[in-house]
């Protein structure tokens, strides 16, 4: 079964800087892998999901994440960070047809 | 677009009240979902139901029970409220198989 974890919990930087936070999974069949997103006070939205085909997955606001297989990672990256961006980010573990969502990464972008 | 709704933002309760959480999705997904959002704990699944008249416990049911008595409505009821469950309660709803599920904006509930 798929295991999934991310090991950053607070990242702290300055508008403009490049992001990319860390999702790690553990291989074990078909893949299927998910950023969330939750702006203050705003609901838990997708971010962007791969199942197959391109491994580079772009999702919204200039959000991408790429799936390598040989280091078992997909991580969420964005080369300019907003101000607006500041939110708690999920990269869920999944089995079956339920999610595990662990604390997630906080992201505070300075202005 | 899939829409989630609950029926309230905030709400404040006292010990010992029956608390009814109740949330409607409007994509006609078979799979819906209850979970809890606590600080540094994330999101905790409390109860999800794959079809009507189905559920099934989740990893912290203990103190809450469900009712899918209708496909888009799904609730979660707190049968003696007690304060260690003040906490932010999150409705979600899916398709079948492992897809996207589309969350709701969330009921902050306070136990006096």
């Known amino acids: 079964a798929q295991s999934v974890s991310q090991h950053n919990h607070h990242v702290i930087l300055s508008e403009a800087a490049s992001l990319e936070l860390g999702c790690n999974y553990s291989?074990?069949?078909?893949?299927?892998l998910f950023w969330y997103v939750q702006y203050p006070g705003q609901h838990l939205q997708l971010l962007l999901k791969?199942?197959?085909?391109?491994?580079l997955v772009k999702g919204i606001k200039g959000f991408e994440a790429e799936f390598i297989k040989s280091k078992f990672s997909f991580n969420l990256r964005k080369p300019s960070v907003q101000w607006s961006d500041t939110a708690e980010y999920f990269c869920?573990?999944?089995?079956?047809?339920?999610?595990?969502f662990g604390p997630g990464t906080r992201l505070s972008v300075l202005p | 677009d899939v829409k989630v709704t609950q029926s309230s933002r905030y709400l404040v309760k006292r010990t010992g009240e029956k608390v009814f959480l109740e949330c409607v999705q409007d994509m006609d997904h078979e799979n819906m979902f209850w979970y809890r959002q606590d600080p540094g704990l994330g999101l905790r699944l409390i109860y999800f139901s794959y079809d009507v008249k189905m559920k099934e416990k989740g990893d912290i049911p203990e103190g809450y029970s469900v009712s899918r008595e209708k496909k888009e409505r799904f609730s979660l009821i707190l049968e003696s409220a007690s304060t260690n469950q003040t906490s932010m309660y999150l409705c979600?709803?899916?398709?079948?198989?492992?897809?996207?599920?589309?969350f709701g904006p969330g009921t902050r509930l306070t136990v006096l």
């Open positions: 979600a709803s899916s398709p079948p198989l492992t897809d996207t599920q589309y």
């Open positions: 291989y074990g069949g078909t893949v299927n």
């Open positions: 791969y199942f197959s085909g391109d491994p």
């Open positions: 869920p573990d999944n089995y079956g047809q339920n999610f595990v």
